[in-house]
């Protein structure tokens, strides 16, 4: 079995993808062989009549990876909404089942897996009139432990305790955060990071400015997110 990490965010457009593509980069550039699993993705592009979903494809132009981009998930849709409405706008409901499935076929290829959520923990996946199933329930089925990626900037510290809590509360290992948009010169960014490792006792194990084309971070450092 591949070793893993869940990469989850504080919510919507925090730099999900964006980070994802610089860890498995960084894996492979240390020898590692790593893959990459997004089970569900919405807000594709439709080129030529053909979706792309334009998530998994940075990832894998990032990393270099040789695979095509619709082979790094089990559901792909147009519309640039929730993952269950998005499904459900074209009469299909997400099968946590076939994402298990796909997922353990494709990190067979791998020695280490980056899978990657969509928006925050509390995403729904689908519904109907009985229940909602929520990202957090496939995480917990999958069996992955997550690292939180957040903003550096002003209002993270509420950001990152509220989603540290909520997972926490679900019982799920969190194995780092990462600060996104982060600038070292910023005295609030420089104070965010210092907070959010003493109020939730957990290490910010990488920041990333702004168009940063590398993670800093040393190999065994990254090793360790991954079980």
């Not at 730099?15 to 919405?42: A, D, W």
Request: hydrophobic share 40%; with cysteine.
């Amino acid at each position: 079995m591949a070793k893993s990490i869940f990469v989850t965010a504080t919510g919507t457009d925090i730099g999900k993808t964006y980070v994802s593509g610089l860890i498995v980069k960084k894996m492979r550039e240390f020898g590692l062989n790593c893959g990459y699993y997004k089970p569900v993705l919405s807000g594709a592009e439709n080129i030529n009549g053909e979706l792309v979903p334009g998530d998994c494809k940075h990832v894998v132009d990032t990393a270099e990876l040789k695979i095509k981009p619709l082979d790094c998930l089990s559901y792909c849709f147009l519309d640039a909404v929730s993952p269950h409405l998005a499904a459900e706008r074209v009469n299909t409901v997400i099968n946590p089942d076939k994402i298990s499935s796909d997922y353990q076929k494709i990190s067979k290829n791998y020695d280490y897996m980056l899978l990657e959520g969509a928006g925050g923990i509390t995403c729904p996946m689908s519904a109907n009139e009985k229940r909602v199933y929520l990202l957090w329930e496939l995480i917990k089925k999958l069996e992955q432990n997550v690292i939180v990626v957040a903003d550096g900037g002003l209002g993270t510290i509420n950001s990152i305790l509220t989603t540290v809590e909520y997972i926490r509360n679900k019982e799920i290992k969190i194995n780092g955060i990462i600060l996104n948009n982060y600038d070292k010169n910023n005295f609030m960014h420089r104070d965010n990071l210092e907070m959010v490792e003493r109020l939730t006792g957990i290490k910010v194990i990488a920041t990333v400015a702004k168009d940063d084309k590398d993670l800093d971070i040393k190999k065994e450092d990254l090793e360790e997110i991954f079980e």
